[in-house]
Nanobody
Framework: QVQLVESGGGLVQAGGSLRLSCAVS????????MGWFRQAPGKGREFVAS????????DYLDSVKGRFTISRDNAKNTAYLQMNSLKPEDTAVYYC????????????WGQGTQVTVSS
């Protein structure tokens, strides 16, 4: 069974930084695209960033480009989201997810970690 566990969330002032981690159990990590999503209070879940299995391609939500960086370490079965220059509008629960190669959808999700940015 695949499990994803996020960590690294917290409270930070605007302009600060946080690094989220997503530890994945199971042998499929290194073959799958990993993604980060977020959900702010009263809003739907939105895509934040993704990285292919070998790290050669990344994608970002326009509003986080230049501030957030997604990365992965396949030897550690861990994905990361480095968040710099944080803004109050980045406040949300952040989720990592693993994308099925066959069905091309995110089918495994973590429980989420809260990120709160104060102004």
């Amino acid at each position: 069974q695949v499990q994803l566990v996020e960590s690294g969330g917290g409270l930070v002032q605007a302009g600060g930084s946080l690094r989220l981690s997503c530890a994945v159990s199971g042998r499929t990590f290194s073959t799958r695209t990993m993604g980060w999503f977020r959900q702010a209070p009263g809003k739907g879940r939105e895509f934040v960033a993704s990285i292919t299995w070998n790290g050669d391609s990344t994608d970002y939500l326009d509003s986080v480009k230049g501030r957030f960086t997604i990365s992965r370490d396949n030897a550690k079965n861990t994905a990361y989201l480095q968040m710099n220059s944080l803004k109050p509008e980045d406040t949300a629960v952040y989720y990592c997810a693993s994308r099925s190669v066959v069905f091309k959808r995110y089918d495994y999700w973590g429980q989420g970690t809260q990120v709160t940015v104060s102004s």
